[in-house]
Each structure stands twice: as C-alpha cells, then as structure tokens.
C-alpha cells in the first residue's frame, strides 16, 4: 500500500514537472514568434498551439498571445498619424500570418476558399433570388466548418472575445445616458404614436402583409400601424442598470425581459436588428444582422424607419418588422453632433437614395460609398460620413471573427466592408436602449 502512495506520488510529480516544462517551452517559442509592439518584423512562422491553457483562463495561450498582440499592432497603428501605411502593411501581414497558421485541416481549407469565392461572386449579382441562393450555398458551408475541432475551438475564442466587447459597448454606453438631456433635447419623452403628427407628403407599401395585426391594440390606426404603449422616461432610466447588465441580446438571458424602448425614437437615430432564424447577410453578422435610420411619421404611418433591404432597395418602411417578437433590439445614435445634424444626415442620405425603393439593394458589400446600389449598413455609414462622421469602427474582435471564416478573402474586403455590428461598436455611436422582443410587443 504504501509502495503504491510512493508510485502514485511519483506519478503526479511528473505530470506536474512535464506540464510546467510543457508551458515553459510554450512561452519561450511564442516569446520567439511574437516579437515586441511595435515590431520591426513580424514573424509568425509556425503553427499555433491551440490547446496548451497553462493559465487555466478557458483560452489557449499561444492563442490568446497571438491575438493581443495583433490587438496591440492595431492600437500602436491607431495611436500613430491619421495615415500610416506601414503601420497598416504590419498589421495586416501579422494577421495573414496568424491566421494562415492555425492548424486547420485541409477540408476546412478548402471550404474556406470556396466561401470566399462565393462572397465575391455575391458581390456581382442583382437578382435578390440568386442572391438568396448563393447566400444560402454560404449557410450550408460554414456549418460544415464545425467539423474540424480546431476551428470550433478557434472560433469559439474569437466569438467570445467579441460578445465581450459586446457587452462591454452595450453596458458602458448606456450607463453613460444623460437621464434628463437624451438626444440633446432636455425635455424628450417616450411618445405613443398617435401623438405624433403624419407627413403627407410620404407615403408607404407594407414590406410585408400585416392584416394580422390591424387594429390590434392600436388605437384605431390603420392596417399595419402598431402602436406602443408610452413610458415615461423615468421609469425607463430606473431600469437600466437591472435590464441591460448583462447584455440579454448577446448572452441570451432568459431572466430579461422587455424591448428597446421605442418611445424615445428620434429621428436620425440608429436601430439595430438581430433577424433570429431568417437567412441573411449572416457570415457577417454575429449579432446585428440589420440596421436601418428612423424617419417618423409618414402620411401611412407614425413611425417609419428608412432601410435597405433585399428586393426592396432603399426606402421608409413601416416599423412593424422591429416589433417582431425574439428580435434583439438596440436603439442609438451619433453621440458627436447634434439632432439637429442627424436629421441633417437623414434628410442627405434619403435625396440621395430615395424613399421609395428606386435605389436597388447591393451584395456589393467591400464597396458602400456606391451610388447606384446600397445595402443596410451602407445606408447608415454614407449618412453620418456626410456630416464628418466614420461609424465603420474596423473592431479588431469583429475583424478576426469573420476573417476566420474565409481567411483568403481579401482582408481589405472585410475592411472596406461595413457591418451592422461594426457600426454598433463604433465609439462615436451611443447605445441607449436595447432589449428583446417580449411576446406582448402586438
């Protein structure tokens, strides 16, 4: 018995000494493959442990080394002149590196490369039907990426590192609301849409048919018009703190109740959509997969939201598809400039597209400044760009999470892209509410 302790002894021992030899050598090569920030050279020239977690922290360490310190490449690049190509030249082959080094099998190669070469052929059509098909062709592809176990741990990291810095946008931005001075008007209050005034001069076609919902609780407005009970602006601001820590959207929380708060809507403010369960732009979405500008009233509804959507094109939609019960909701805007601009920069954006669907929606995504096309995100970005304004953050957690995806894709692609969520993380967008869709919206 007692020779059995000893051996048992030993045995411990040893694992004990292989490990912490184990980490050592570990720490000492990526010492090697990682150079100071920022570097003369970068060098990642071998393949990336992706599963020695000496820390026990739940995140490989190579992993998780190689990742800050791209991180550290792009602050150092962030923190130098406006433009700095050789910044940017480092920090691009630093992440070609790394990614080109993750130990993935060669199936998910190949499928990585046949999604980026569907991405691009995306980008040609016009026909929302094919569009949908090739869209569809990416689905069934990346859920074949969950195959190879090296890529699931990889992205599980990547996306947790980015609902992090989800949470983190959605907590610090909405305990910084000016409780009495929301939206630079001290005097705001959460309005039902009936006190709110019709513009004749537009009029709207249902982005989808809503007779199920006409007359439902709505004060007698039209087919298609939901109304939202009002709340008063105090009572929302007492629930801030218990309703957004955590982020019931990115975490789920079953324990979280409650929409966006609808009522505070003003118009040139952002409102972001999670699309459950519908096919969408999704290989670039992790939680927003929609975003529109809201317009107001309309000589057809109270509430109308100015977006671009497949087969539709750019135009005022009713704010029914918001309601939709599931839906992660979040309510924003730019917190640089006034209301005054907002509305400025909605009033530009619509003369330059129209309100009535004339523009047709772009798969063109790495190009949004186009004119003759444009898609949801494009929409908001070209608004705010002409009042001074970048919203297309470039968030370094966002960036790596799709480029894992299809790391041939041209990094400028994803760059030149804007998304949703990229607009979202920006720093100069204020989230003020969010929330999912409770079943009683209707």
């Not at 609301?177 to 005097?187: A, I, M, Y």
């Not at 820590?245 to 609808?262: H, I, K, Q, V, W």
């Amino acid at each position: 018995m007692q020779q059995s302790r000893w051996m048992y002894g030993r045995l411990v021992a040893i694992g004990l000494f292989t490990m912490i030899l184990v980490c050592a050598q570990s720490e000492a090569l990526l010492a090697q493959a990682l150079p100071p920030v920022p570097p003369g050279e970068v060098v990642i020239t071998r393949p990336i442990d992706i599963v020695t977690d000496c820390d026990g922290d739940g995140e490989p360490d190579e992993l998780t080394a190689a990742l800050d310190y791209i991180e550290g490449l792009e602050k150092a690049a962030q923190a130098g002149p406006a433009e700095d190509p050789e910044a940017e030249a480092r920090v691009a082959a630093a992440r070609s590196l790394f990614f080109a080094n993750l130990p993935y099998s060669a199936e998910t190669r190949a499928i990585q490369q046949q999604t980026a070469e569907l991405i691009e052929q995306l980008a040609e059509v016009k026909d929302p039907a094919e569009a949908m098909a090739i869209q569809e062709q990416i689905q069934n592809l990346s859920i074949q990426l969950e195959n190879d176990p090296a890529f699931v741990a990889v992205d599980r990291v990547l996306g947790e590192r980015l609902e992090k810095a989800f949470r983190k946008k959605s907590q610090e931005s909405i305990s910084l609301v000016p409780v009495q001075d929301l939206g630079d008007q001290p005097q705001i209050q959460e309005q039902s849409l009936t006190q709110v005034t019709p513009d004749p001069s537009q009029v709207l076609v249902p982005l989808v048919s809503t007779d199920q919902h006409a007359g439902e609780n709505n004060g007698g407005a039209g087919a298609g018009e939901v109304l939202i009970q009002a709340e008063p602006i105090q009572a929302w601001a007492a629930m801030v703190i218990d309703q957004f820590m955590p982020d019931p959207c990115t975490l789920n929380n079953p324990e979280a109740d409650g929409s966006a708060r609808f009522g505070l809507l003003q118009p040139g403010w952002l409102m972001f959509m999670s699309m459950p369960g519908k096919i969408n732009n999704l290989f670039f979405a992790k939680k927003f997969a929609h975003i529109g500008m809201y317009h107001g009233a309309t000589a057809s509804t109270p509430r109308a939201v100015y977006e671009a959507n497949p087969g539709r094109g750019a135009r005022l939609e009713f704010i029914d598809h918001w309601l939709d019960v599931d839906q992660c909701i979040a309510i924003g805007y730019n917190q640089r400039v006034s209301q005054q601009r907002r509305e400025e920069a909605l009033a530009w954006v619509e003369g330059l597209y129209g309100t009535d669907g004339r523009t047709p929606y772009s798969f063109d995504f790495a190009h949004p400044s186009r004119n003759d096309a444009a898609y949801c995100s494009s929409v908001v970005w070209r608004a705010n760009l002409a009042i001074g304004w970048d919203v297309d953050s470039d968030a370094s957690s966002y960036v790596n999470w799709v480029i894992n995806r299809f790391p041939t894709l041209n990094q400028q692609y994803v760059l030149d892209a804007v998304a949703p969520d990229e607009i979202y993380l920006d720093p100069d967008v204020l989230i003020i509410s969010e929330g999912t869709n409770p079943p009683q919206t209707y």
